[in-house]
Nanobody, 117 residues
Framework: QVQLVESGGGLVQPGGSLRLSCAAS????????MGWYRQAPGKERELVAA??????NYADSVKGRFTISRDSAKNTAYLQMNSLKPEDTAVYYC????????????WGQGTQVTVSS
């Protein structure tokens, strides 16, 4: 089992920055990859960024603005969000993927990010 606790969301003006944190606990050594997803009201959940042992992946809409990172010593993943736009407004969810024969996904409760003037 993996438990994820998110923090760092809030209200920010366009062009501003936020850093989201995701602290993992439990069977942390079984985590293969971590990622951030977001979901706006009435829209589908979408992948924002993901990180595995040797690579990262970003949605085209956030490339050059967002950076995903992981601190193994603190068992924490981060999403640094710069140059925020109103269309970035959503609930952001942390994801941890475990593979033991099959893939199993664990999710945080989500943190609200609102970009507005």
């Amino acid at each position: 089992q993996v438990q994820l606790v998110e923090s760092g969301g809030g209200l920010v003006q366009p062009g501003g920055s936020l850093r989201l944190s995701c602290a993992a606990s439990g069977s942390i050594f079984s985590i293969n990859a971590m990622g951030w997803y977001r979901q706006a009201p009435g829209k589908e959940r979408e992948l924002v960024a993901a990180i595995t042992s040797g690579s990262t992946n970003y949605a085209d809409s956030v490339k050059g603005r967002f950076t995903i990172s992981r601190d193994s010593a603190k068992n924490t993943a981060y999403l640094q969000m710069n140059s925020l736009k109103p269309e970035d407004t959503a609930v952001y969810y942390c994801n941890a993927r475990v593979r033991i024969g099959v893939y199993v996904d664990y999710w945080g409760q989500g943190t609200q990010v609102t970009v507005s003037s």
